[in-house]
């Protein structure tokens, strides 16, 4: 079983910049589908941004498109999301998630929570105005 420890979270000013980390626990995670999901208080896990297991293809919410970055080390079985120009509106927990998609999988199951099977215990992201 595939355990996920993210890091990299914080308290920020407005407009700027965090980098997130997630690490995985088994060189398996190389062979998944990383995304990032983030839930603000009263409020539902949103999708952020996900990558396929290669790297081959990203996929972004349109409220962080142009703002965030996914990317992958896999020999370090880690995952990142680089996020600038931070909103106040960006806060909130956000957690890594990785799953196994087929080759058929397209851009709508990336998005999708219940496609990842290992989710991490989530770092808070506080951006102030």
């Known amino acids: 079983q595939v355990q996920l420890v993210e890091s990299g979270g914080g308290l920020v000013q407005a407009g700027g910049s965090l980098r997130l980390s997630c690490a995985a626990s088994e060189r398996s995670f190389s062979r998944y589908a990383m995304g990032w999901f983030r839930q603000a208080p009263a409020k539902e896990r949103e999708f952020v941004a996900a990558?396929?297991?290669?790297?081959?293809?990203?996929y972004y919410a349109d409220s962080v498109k142009g703002r965030f970055t996914i990317s992958r080390d896999n020999a370090k079985n880690t995952v990142y999301l680089r996020m600038t120009s931070l909103k106040p509106e960006d806060a909130a927990v956000y957690y890594c998630?990785?799953?196994?998609?087929?080759?058929?999988?397209?851009?709508?199951?990336?998005?999708?929570?219940?496609?990842?099977?290992?989710w991490g215990q989530g770092t808070q992201v506080t951006v102030s105005s």
């Open positions: 998630a990785g799953g196994a998609m087929s080759p058929f999988d397209g851009s709508n199951s990336y998005r999708m929570r219940t496609k990842y099977a290992y």
């Open positions: 990558m396929r297991w290669d790297g081959s293809s990203t």
